[in-house]
């Protein structure tokens, strides 16, 4: 007995670096382990995003040495990056993984999804595709790389995040969490959303990106890029966005610091070429990630709750 | 040597707010994010846009927490909301958790994670019941710190007397919940007084501003320096055929233990007693969550174990340091807080989960209910429903390994889960 004491009180506090990125880091695996011990058939969103990538790092490390048997789950916008689709492609391969990909082109054509015009932003409509895919898949979970320092109705949002059947989230009914137990149970039919980073800030990111050199796709650094200024941000020209008659194309030196649906995701203005570069302007920055970059978000107070009470990701 | 060392203060800091309807715990986040530069422009504006819209003359700092669109309809917090800021000191997550009754159980998920817990006073009406209930809920639920914000200075003259009847009803009461280290701090939220500065409003007043308090409060437990438990969460069965290809890793054919190191330390050598079954085996080799084998792992790590001996283990299991072992068994006792609107039915079997375990469970008894308002005890209660807090005995189908809450929260603690539902239906505390 003594000598255990003597053990546990020889314990150097300053000796043993432990940082806010190891506390981070050690909940996400531990919560992506309770997943895979206590789920039937796991997804990862993967759509080739940082915090996606992210997400996919620590799950090779919750499982290491094993191969991850969760399958990658992209629901493609279609109105994507050329490097981001490569880059999706490139990690499968390397990791040897399960890539599902579902297309909201394909609900469209299917039926499934009506749009409004034909170059619409597709983010909203990928609840449709991604529901389908969980049902055709009989997926229990869906893990994915939201934070909730990016949204309002995110920072509500539970870990381990319970869906109904229709796969809609009940903002006023959620299941209580406590501690690091958590409840992963859903009867067939219904589904969880998990959220591993939940705690993570935008600047853990890029830290925790920075620290384990994990791969990205070349969008998020800074590259030459035509776009147009439409209020306030800046809107790259692409064929699915063509600027308007009278608008002054500029050529700029830009970066993502999102990724996605490419008719609603604008670059910011940006030099940085290193990760070490761009935690030095996020740590400086005046303005939210999706607040710079996403433009269907500023549509209403509530866009996002509405979105995700409907079952988005 | 630095042992339980108050004056070290780790890089992060977890809080909530609590304390009764309308004492204005979102106002006091909006106000800390203010005031410390941590709102960004888009949100500043946001809210700027959404005061107006609700005819108001100054921007409302409650906004910035409250997101649902019910909450925002109301006025009122429903869920917890996080919130993240930082200062040159230190990086904080804040929990602002709903102050109505019924959502008790919000308030509970938000402090169970905490380090410390702000309670607001209304400086005009004092402590009210609700007070008493987060206070001591925030206890039962493991928060190690309070500080009382003994807020709307401003409606009071800023009165020092008013400040000390409240700041030593609140220390009494602390007491008696079982807080021990109580610090209460006089503040305006609304108006900003000694938030981030001081102001000449307070002058009697000599302590730290709330986030002087902040960026000097101890964060958890040193659970370092506690005995060695290490859950099992999952079994890794390493051979060719699920490997990862070019993972470098040579030992194939092997089985490894996935989980968390819940407290202490352990080290490759040790011997470790694994529960429940009672078996003995020595330390093999440590595996790190950067897929690094090393000598020693430390609590809250997430690490690989792999022992000398071949053993049958699975999920569940607890691995302790062989002195200072846990208990085991299938009944014991525990202070069980009830969150489902059905009240808890003795003649069901509910899941426990407790660390990496899951098995089903009954009520045996229901011995006493607490009258968090009063402290007061009921024997013989009749049955527990919403936001009662009793205490129990319970019964596993399987053996569990575990500590008293109170000497190890990590292994101390479960949550009830309705079969049928799947709705977390409890928590408990293990006595």
């Known amino acids: 007995m003594n000598a255990v004491l003597e053990k546990i009180r020889d314990f150097d506090q300053a000796a043993r670096q432990w940082t806010h990125l190891d506390a981070l880091e050690s909940e996400a695996i531990h919560i992506l382990r309770e997943i895979g011990?206590?789920?039937?058939?796991?997804?990862?969103?993967?759509?080739?995003?940082?915090?996606?990538?992210?997400?996919?790092?620590?799950?090779?490390?919750?499982?290491?040495?094993?191969?991850?048997?969760?399958?990658?789950?992209?629901?493609?916008?279609?109105?994507?990056?050329?490097e981001v689709l490569d880059f999706r492609d490139r990690i499968t391969r390397k990791y040897d993984l399960n890539l599902v990909v579902r297309s909201v082109g394909d609900s469209i054509r299917q039926g499934r999804v009506r749009l409004r015009h034909e170059n619409e932003p597709r983010n909203k409509y990928q609840t449709t595709t991604l529901l389908d895919a969980i049902s055709e898949h009989e997926f229990d979970v869906c893990i994915g790389g939201a934070r909730r320092d990016e949204e309002k109705a995110r920072a509500k949002e539970r870990i381990f995040s319970f869906r109904d059947e229709f796969g809609q989230w009940d903002p006023k009914n959620q299941r209580p969490e406590i501690w690091n137990i958590y409840n992963t149970r859903v009867a067939p039919g219904e589904n969880i959303r998990a959220f591993p980073?939940?705690?993570?800030?935008?600047?853990?990111?890029?830290?925790?990106?920075?620290?384990?050199?994990?791969?990205?796709?070349?969008?998020?650094?800074?590259?030459?890029?035509?776009?147009?200024?439409?209020?306030?941000?800046?809107?790259?020209?692409?064929?699915?966005?063509?600027?308007?008659?009278?608008?002054?194309?500029?050529?700029?030196?830009?970066?993502?610091r999102t990724v996605g649906d490419i008719t609603c995701t604008a670059p910011v203005e940006s030099k940085a070429l290193s990760v070490d570069e761009i935690i030095l302007e996020t740590a400086q920055t005046q303005i939210t990630e999706r607040g710079a970059t996403r433009l269907d978000d500023q549509t209403s107070e509530a866009a996002m709750e509405l979105r995700k009470k409907e079952g988005y990701f | 040597m630095a042992i339980n060392n108050p004056q070290q203060v780790s890089g992060l800091l977890r809080f909530i707010t609590a304390g009764s309807?309308?004492?204005?715990?979102?106002?006091?986040?909006?106000?800390?994010?203010f005031d410390s530069k941590n709102l960004q422009v888009d949100q500043l504006s946001a809210v700027e846009a959404s005061s107006k819209k609700r005819g108001m003359q100054q921007i409302d700092l409650s906004l910035i927490t409250d997101g649902l669109l019910a909450e925002r309809e109301q006025g009122i917090t429903i869920d917890v909301a996080y919130r993240y800021f930082a200062t040159p000191a230190r990086k904080f997550i804040v929990g602002d958790s709903p102050g109505h009754v019924q959502y008790t159980r919000n308030m509970v998920t938000a402090?169970?994670?905490?380090?410390?817990?702000?309670?607001l006073i209304d400086a005009e009406n004092g402590v009210k019941s609700q007070t008493r209930r987060h206070l001591y809920l925030a206890h039962w639920v493991g928060v190690p710190h309070v500080v009382f914000a003994v807020n709307k200075m401003d409606k009071v003259g800023f009165s020092q007397e008013i400040y000390r009847m409240i700041e030593e009803e609140c220390s009494q009461l602390a007491r008696s919940v079982g807080f021990s280290n109580i610090h209460v701090i006089p503040v305006s939220a609304l108006?900003?007084?000694n938030i981030t500065v001081k102001g000449d409003r307070l002058h009697w007043y000599s302590g730290p501003t709330l986030l002087e308090y902040l960026e000097k409060?101890?964060?958890?437990?040193?659970?370092?320096?506690?005995?060695?438990?290490?859950?099992?969460?999952?079994?890794?069965?390493?051979?060719?055929?699920?490997?990862?290809?070019?993972s470098g890793f040579e030992d194939?054919?092997?089985?490894?233990?996935?989980?968390?190191?819940?407290?202490?330390?352990?080290?490759?050598?040790?011997?470790?007693?694994?529960?429940?079954?009672?078996?003995?085996?020595?330390?093999?080799?440590?595996?790190?969550?950067?897929g690094k084998f090393v000598e020693a792992v430390f609590a809250q790590e997430s690490i690989t174990v792999f022992l000398e001996q071949d053993l049958d283990i699975s999920r569940g299991a607890m691995f302790s340091d062989v002195s200072l072992v846990g208990q085991v068994s299938k009944d014991f006792d525990a202070e069980l807080c009830w969150f489902d609107e059905d009240p808890l039915d003795t003649n069901r079997t509910y899941l426990i989960k407790q660390t990496s375990n899951v098995a089903k469970v009954r009520l045996q008894s229901i011995?006493?209910?607490?009258?968090?308002?009063?402290l007061q005890k009921s024997l013989h209660p009749s049955g527990m429903k919403m936001n009662d807090i009793g205490h129990v005995s319970l019964k596993s189908q399987i053996q569990l390994s575990f500590d008293s809450f109170e000497t190890n929260p990590g292994t101390g603690a479960f949550i009830l889960i309705d079969e049928v539902s799947n709705r977390t239906v409890a928590a408990g505390t293990i006595r």
């Not at chain 1, 969103?45 to 048997?69: I, T």
């Not at chain 1, 920075?210 to 030459?224: C, D, K, V």
């Not at chain 2, 309807?21 to 994010?33: A, E, H, N, P, Y």
């Open chain 2, 21 to 33: 309807v309308d004492d204005g715990k979102s106002t006091l986040i909006g106000r800390l994010l």
């Open chain 1, 197 to 256: 980073i939940s705690n993570w800030t935008e600047l853990d990111v890029w830290e925790y990106i920075q620290r384990e050199a994990i791969e990205l796709p070349e969008i998020y650094f800074s590259h030459e890029r035509d776009v147009v200024i439409r209020g306030g941000a800046l809107v790259p020209v692409t064929p699915l966005t063509p600027p308007h008659p009278d608008d002054e194309i500029k050529r700029l030196s830009v970066r993502f």
């Open chain 1, 37 to 82: 011990a206590e789920c039937n058939n796991p997804a990862l969103l993967f759509s080739g995003g940082k915090d996606s990538a992210v997400v996919l790092h620590l799950a090779l490390k919750a499982f290491f040495p094993e191969r991850l048997r969760f399958t990658l789950l992209h629901i493609d916008t279609e109105h994507n990056y050329p």
């Open chain 2, 367 to 374: 011995n006493q209910l607490v009258d968090v308002e009063t």
């Open chain 2, 252 to 290: 194939i054919d092997t089985r490894g233990y996935q989980g968390l190191v819940i407290s202490g330390q352990l080290n490759v050598g040790d011997e470790v007693v694994i529960q429940p079954g009672g078996y003995r085996s020595q330390v093999k080799k440590l595996l790190n969550a950067s």
């Open chain 2, 111 to 119: 402090a169970s994670s905490a380090d410390l817990a702000i309670v």
């Open chain 2, 191 to 193: 108006e900003g007084d």
């Open chain 2, 217 to 246: 409060a101890p964060a958890a437990q040193d659970t370092e320096v506690q005995p060695m438990r290490f859950s099992v969460q999952r079994v890794t069965r390493l051979n060719r055929e699920n490997i990862r290809t070019n």
